[in-house]
């Protein structure tokens, strides 16, 4: 009879570790703070370690991006979800008032979570982008893409929660929603 065979790596699940670690590091500093390095000492394994499970940085990153990517879409789902059960019993939400609901929920997450936003944006905005604009349902995909352009557009501008909403009512009062 053979022996069972021993996992000598004492953390059990590496690859988890070092995905959990470097999503802790992008939480607090975004992608320029997740390393190798950085996520095999925050996992206790030496960095050569690491090569074991991912080859490049960037593969990390990805891993790390798509987790970004699900929360921010978990939080416009809730928006949508919040804003639909708002118009329960007083008829429905206006189209407007929707895609307010998702481009202030775009806006909340990237200010709640610095970050894991500049994370889910990490080597191009395309996923984001159709995050939002997959949302913005029975729009033409213009509007669609001037929803999210506006959302992220006063996402990066560092100013007042207040005055970020005021600018997004501003930019969204022009844009037609169907």
């Not at 802790?24 to 050569?48: K, N, Q, S, W």
Request: aromatic fraction near 4%.
């Amino acid at each position: 009879m053979t022996a069972p065979h021993r996992n000598t790596y004492h953390h059990g699940d590496a690859r988890a570790a070092l995905v959990q670690a470097a999503f802790d590091l992008a939480r607090t500093g975004g992608p320029p703070t997740v390393t190798l390095r950085a996520a095999a000492r925050h996992v206790g394994i030496t960095a050569a370690a690491v090569y074991r499970h991912f080859t490049t940085v960037e593969e990390l990153l990805d891993v790390v991006k798509r987790q970004a990517l699900r929360l921010l879409a978990e939080r416009l789902d809730e928006a949508v979800a919040l804003s639909e059960g708002e118009g329960e019993g007083e008829g429905e939400l206006s189209a407007l008032d929707r895609t307010r609901a998702i481009a202030e929920a775009y806006l909340s997450f990237a200010r709640e979570h610095p970050g894991l936003f500049a994370m889910a944006c990490h080597g191009g905005l395309t996923a984001a982008r159709e995050l939002v604009a997959d949302r913005v349902a029975g729009a033409p995909r213009p509007t669609r893409l001037a929803v999210w352009s506006a959302a992220h557009g006063v996402a990066a501008l560092t100013v007042s929660e207040a005055e970020q909403r005021q600018v997004l009512d501003i930019l969204l009062s022009g844009i037609v929603v169907a």
